[in-house]
């Protein structure tokens, strides 16, 4: 059974770095690219990255260019998003997803920015 | 900010026959297929139709996807009380190099 669980969430002040983590099972994880999707309080979903199957490709949402950097560690099965500079407007659910499609979801971490 | 637009509720009574619409542009549902996922309150999303209108394993028949140019539709036939949930359409697009997702459909069985 394909499995993604995201942890590293927690609550943060404004300008701080925080680093998710998505460790997955079930699947011969370097053969998919992945992704990240985000979901604040009671809005809709929204992509914020993607990175190929090697990781030698990224793709990034125009609201976390340059302040967010995805990557994965094949060996390990897991997948980060290393996010710096964080603003009250990146408050939401983080969800790992298997393949640029996010046919299958983690249940997702809370980073919540606040002063 | 959304780029494919979706109404932002539907509903019908058990039994009817409901439909979301997905309205984007040629740079995204133009070009790629559309993936529909289901939300079910307090839950993670689930993917509900991958390439425009493939039902993975495991989800019923009574729900099916089309689309037609720039536009996309997820229908739910026979409606069940268990459908009650959050839909979202999503594609890739070129022009922002990046995949983007619908602004969400709230279906409501009455």
């Known amino acids: 059974e394909v499995q993604l669980v995201e942890s590293g969430g927690g609550l943060v002040q404004p300008g701080v770095s925080l680093r998710l983590s998505c460790a997955a099972s079930?699947?011969?994880?370097?053969?998919?690219?992945m992704s990240w999707v985000r979901q604040a309080p009671g809005k809709g979903l929204v992509w914020v990255s993607g990175?190929?199957?090697?990781?030698?490709?990224?793709f990034y949402a125009d609201s976390v260019k340059g302040r967010f950097t995805i990557s994965r560690d094949n060996s390990k099965n897991t997948l980060y998003l290393q996010m710096n500079n964080l603003r009250a407007e990146d408050t939401a659910v983080y969800y790992c997803?298997?393949?640029?499609?996010?046919?299958?979801w983690g249940l997702g971490t809370l980073v919540t920015v606040s002063s | 900010q959304s780029v494919l637009t979706q109404p932002p509720s539907a509903s019908g009574t058990p039994g009817q026959r409901v439909t979301v619409s997905c309205s984007g542009s040629?740079?995204?549902?133009?070009?790629?297929?559309v993936n529909w996922y289901q939300q079910l309150p307090g839950t993670a999303p689930k993917l509900l139709i991958s390439?425009?209108?493939q039902r993975p394993s495991g989800v019923p028949d009574r729900f099916s996807g089309s689309k037609s140019g720039t536009s996309a539709s997820l229908a739910i036939s026979g409606l069940q009380s268990e459908d009650e949930a959050d839909y979202y359409c999503?594609?890739?697009?070129?022009?922002?190099?990046?995949?983007?997702f619908g602004t969400g459909t709230k279906v409501t069985v009455l």
């Open positions: 997803a298997k393949d640029l499609g996010a046919t299958v």
């Open positions: 079930g699947f011969t994880f370097s053969n998919y690219a």
């Open positions: 990175i190929s199957d090697s990781g030698g490709t990224t």
């Open positions: 040629n740079s995204n549902i133009g070009k790629n297929p």
């Open positions: 390439v425009n209108n």
């Open positions: 999503a594609a890739w697009d070129d022009s922002l190099n990046g995949r983007v």
